[in-house]
């Protein structure tokens, strides 16, 4: 256990709908990273965000937004969706975003699967 | 840009024979350099890193890698497979450079099956 925990386990959802994922980091992490896994796109790096910062963008489409709270906890939000979009969804945190040493630790994901 | 490539799709080893899975990157400055494994249904759990230092790197379940920095390789090995190291291993690098944050950039994966 990393640690890092998601919900929803699983998501079943309609083309056009919204959903909105959850990503409790590490007790003591300030850094929280999105990340979708696809059977055709592989591990690609959403985004980022740093005590309640976003820190760095990666292939993340407009439909899709992030934020972290106050608590660090963070939110992934995917609106409009397309069938394109199921995939695993991973959050990850790690201790600090200067320190680039430190690895991340990846929480469960959360696989949304788009009907 | 940097980017990590995985040669091999799958590896097939009998349990007790070394396993190595190949990995090579490219940054433009120095590299950190992670190997993540994945079971099935279950999130990427971190195996070791190479930072700086000794370029053999020791991890978890008896895994170890090599960090070439002539042929920008970082090779995961492992002297005796067991079944149960059957799953889908990712390499991945970050640079320490750059106005990207700390994204980790990841290969497209090995699967790795021990037969008995």
């Known amino acids: 256990d990393s640690g890092v925990t998601q919900t929803p386990k699983h998501l079943i959802t309609a083309t056009g709908q919204r959903v909105t994922l959850r990503c409790s980091p590490r007790s003591g992490d300030l850094s929280v990273y999105w990340y979708q896994q696809s059977l055709d796109q592989g591990l690609q790096f959403l985004i980022h965000?740093?005590?309640?910062?976003?820190?760095a963008k990666g292939n993340i489409l407009e439909r899709f937004s992030a934020q972290q709270f106050p608590d660090l906890h963070s939110e992934l939000n995917l609106s409009s969706l397309e069938l394109g979009d199921s995939a695993l969804y991973f959050c990850?945190?790690?201790?600090?975003?200067?320190?680039?040493?430190?690895?991340?630790?990846f929480g469960p994901g959360t696989r949304l699967t788009v009907l | 840009a940097q980017s990590v490539a995985q040669p091999e799709d799958q590896v097939n080893v009998a349990e007790g024979n070394p396993l190595t899975v190949k990995c090579t990157y490219s940054?433009?400055?120095?590299?950190?350099l992670f190997w993540y494994v994945q079971y099935p249904n279950r999130g990427l759990q971190f195996l070791l890193k190479y930072i700086t230092g000794d370029n053999l790197v020791k991890g978890s379940y008896g895994f170890e890698a090599e960090f070439n920095k002539s042929q920008t390789s970082f090779h995961l090995k492992k002297p005796s497979a067991l079944v149960s190291d059957s799953a889908l291993y990712f390499c991945?690098?970050?640079?320490?450079?750059?106005?990207?944050?700390?994204?980790?950039?990841f290969g497209g994966g090995t699967r790795v099956l021990v037969k008995p």
């Open positions: 991945a690098v970050r640079d320490i450079r750059g106005a990207a944050g700390n994204k980790l950039t």
């Open positions: 965000y740093y005590n309640g910062e976003e820190r």
């Open positions: 990850a945190s790690s201790v600090e975003g200067g320190r680039v040493r430190f690895e991340q630790f």
């Open positions: 940054v433009s400055g120095n590299p950190y």
